[in-house]
């Protein structure tokens, strides 16, 4: 157990739609990362935050958005969802800004239909 | 940019067998290398991880050198166990647009059989 959380564990949902995926990081760690995992694009790096700043970005689509919250839980929002965005969703922390050892959670299945 | 090419799988062996899984990187300046491994259902863990030229990093029997000129960080475990089934990740991580940011491979399957 990485002491990672997300939830909810799987979503299934319609085209067009919009989810919200919630992720608690480690206790004390204060960078989040969302990541996506997908077959044809494998592991792609979406955007981090850092005590509650973005701090940078990556393949993220303009359609997708997060932050992350004082008690420095974070949200990943997903809407005009596209059958192509169906993926495994990961959020992983880290202590400190730097990127070096990151904790990932069990990632959340999102079904696009 | 940052890149991690990582050997093609899926990979099968019998137990007690040798493995190698084959990883190489491209990056500018002197990135942290990283072995992530995935079981089926589950996130990533990190397995090892090495931060400078020369250093090995090492884990539940497995091990990596980070070989600067070579650029390249091959993962090897001496005797597999069928629980060490499983998916495995290269990653660098280094700094590309102004901040640090990890890089992915396309991930190694390893199936090994009894």
């Known amino acids: 157990d990485s002491g990672v959380t997300q939830t909810p564990k799987h979503l299934i949902t319609a085209t067009g739609q919009r989810v919200t995926l919630r992720c608690s990081p480690r206790?004390?760690?204060?960078?989040v990362y969302w990541y996506q995992q997908s077959l044809d694009q494998g592991l792609q790096f979406l955007i981090q935050y850092y005590n509650g700043e973005e701090r940078a970005k990556g393949n993220i689509l303009e359609r997708f958005s997060a932050q992350q919250f004082p008690d420095l839980h974070s949200e990943l929002n997903l809407s005009s969802l596209e059958l192509g965005d169906s993926a495994l969703y990961f959020c992983?922390?880290?202590?400190?800004?730097?990127?070096?050892?990151?904790?990932f959670g069990p990632g959340t299945r999102l079904t696009v239909l | 940019g940052n890149s991690v090419t990582q050997m093609e799988g899926p990979v099968t062996l019998s137990e007690e067998a040798f493995l190698t899984i084959n990883c190489t990187y491209t990056a500018t300046g002197y990135p942290s290398l990283f072995w992530y491994v995935q079981y089926p259902g589950e996130g990533l863990q990190l397995l090892l991880k090495a931060t400078k030229a020369d250093d090995k990093g090492s884990n539940k029997g497995f091990e990596a050198t980070y070989r600067k000129e070579t650029t390249s960080f091959h993962l090897e475990k001496g005797s597999v166990q069928v629980s060490d089934s499983a998916v495995y990740f290269c990653a660098l991580s280094a700094y590309s647009g102004g901040y640090q940011k990890v890089t992915f491979g396309t991930g190694t399957k390893l199936q090994v059989i009894p």
């Open positions: 992983a922390s880290s202590a400190t800004i730097s990127t070096d050892t990151q904790y």
């Open positions: 206790s004390g760690d204060l960078s």
